[in-house]
T-cell receptor, first 113, second 111 residues
Framework: EPEVTQTPSHQVTQMGQEVILRCVPISNHLYFYWYRQILGQKVEFLVSFYNNEISEKSEIFDDQFSVERPDGSNFTLKIRSTKLEDSAMYFC???????????FGSGTRLTVV | GENVEQHPSTLSVQEGDSAVIKCTYSDSASNYFPWYKQELGKGPQLIIDIRSNVGEKKDQRIAVTLNKTAKHFSLHITETQPEDSAVYFCAASRGANNLFFGTGTRLTVIP
């Protein structure tokens, strides 16, 4: 069964550093997403990406965040100047047709120290 | 924006019994309601979904019901098995793009 692959599975970074979280969506999917889940809280939408541009973003997704599809397979989330409160599980997802039929990756646990 | 509430936060049932998880949503424009199962160390996995033009959907031991008037929807798992133990999330969407998730229910099936 096709999978969404995320790397690394766990990332520890110093406060103020930049991190890049990587995702390989399912090859025939056109919609890509990043969500995050702070420990014990809801899974929250960050950003959606379609046709090589951001289609929607939440209030959380401010200038500290950016996404990129640098080649035909990878989809990355960059977090600049990380803060303690950025510590969370970050999930990448992809779908063929918008919100229906998401496939999530296993997540990257980001710990900012 | 949309607000999805989910209850209960934890649920323990004996193997073979039924489990019911309930969610409410606030945005009457939401028209797509998926349920996800999340096992330890894995991402959420879609187990069943329902669209607003349908009141009930069933897939083997899993069923979902939707009451658009009351803006609530429920997940029903019958004949529960230990492998059903996981965290379950409901979500709502207008169908175009992002999902709004509930807070999750940790289901434990006791053998």
């Amino acid at each position: 069964e096709p999978e969404v692959t995320q790397t690394p599975s766990h990332q520890v970074t110093q406060m103020g550093q930049e991190v890049i979280l990587r995702c390989v969506p399912i090859s025939n999917h056109l919609y890509f997403y990043w969500y995050r889940q702070i420990l014990g809280q809801k899974v929250e939408f960050l950003v959606s990406f379609y046709n090589n541009e951001i289609s929607e973003k939440s209030e959380i997704f401010d200038d500290q965040f950016s996404v990129e599809r640098p080649d035909g397979s990878n989809f990355t989330l960059k977090i600049r100047s990380t803060k303690l409160e950025d510590s969370a599980m970050y999930f990448c997802a992809s779908s063929e047709s918008g919100a229906e039929g998401y496939t999530f990756g296993s997540g990257t646990r980001l710990t900012v120290v | 924006g949309e607000n999805v509430e989910q209850h209960p936060s934890t649920l323990s049932v004996q193997e073979g019994d039924s489990a019911v998880i309930k969610c409410t949503y606030s945005d009457s424009a939401s028209n797509y309601f998926p349920w996800y199962k999340q096992e330890l160390g894995k991402g959420p996995q879609l187990i069943i979904d329902i669209r607003s033009n349908v009141g009930e959907k069933k897939d083997q031991r899993i069923a979902v019901t939707l009451n658009k008037t009351a803006k609530h929807f429920s997940l029903h798992i019958t004949e529960t098995q230990p492998e059903d133990s996981a965290v379950y999330f409901c979500a709502a969407s207008r169908g175009a793009n992002n999902l709004f998730f509930g807070t999750g229910t940790r289901l434990t099936v006791i053998p």
